[in-house]
């Protein structure tokens, strides 16, 4: 499977399997970021939502086609709300609900690692707010990813019912 393909079907699952005490998912839709925000569709998606968008990856070879790479990512995490600001506790707890949620999918990742992908750390984290009724935040992590893809594939029939497939140069 492609290394990016790979990584978005493991964050997603990871992410959407959180739910609350009622085990409601925390997470009403989980998508690849495309500046979703910027244009009409915005409220065409349930909140909360997150968006993952995979940043710069930088590969070093260590033989046999194999790759170890940098991976940087952002999360695109968005909730809706009715007032930019207002001392009112109705808009104030949604805007607590939003910080929380933040906190909670960091729980989830931090030092989270599965696949060929090493543990992932955040490392920044920075509030957005050009969009009125969106709370808008964009956490910053980064892991280690391993690249077999352009290994090749041999395999092995060991007497007539075992098959062994080998990644090799």
Known sequence: MNIR???????AERLTSI???????????FDFWNNQYNDDFREVFAHPAVFLHIKEMSWQ???????LGQMGFDLHIASSTKAKSAFD?????????????????????????AGPFG???????????????????????????????AMRTYTRLLGDKLVITLKMD
């Open 89 to 113: 506790r109705q808009f104030t707890n949604r805007w607590l609900a939003h910080l929380e949620m933040i906190d909670t999918i960091h729980y989830w990742l931090a030092g989270w690692q």
């Open 119 to 149: 543990s992932l750390q955040r490392i920044r984290s920075q509030h957005d707010d050009l969009y009125g009724d969106i709370i808008k935040h964009v956490e910053t992590y980064r892991c280690t990813a391993v690249d077999v893809a």
């Open 19 to 29: 739910v609350d005490e009622s085990d409601a998912p925390v997470i009403k839709h």
């Open 5 to 11: 393909a790979d990584f978005y079907n493991r964050i």
């Open 61 to 67: 070879s260590t033989g046999k086609h194999r790759q």
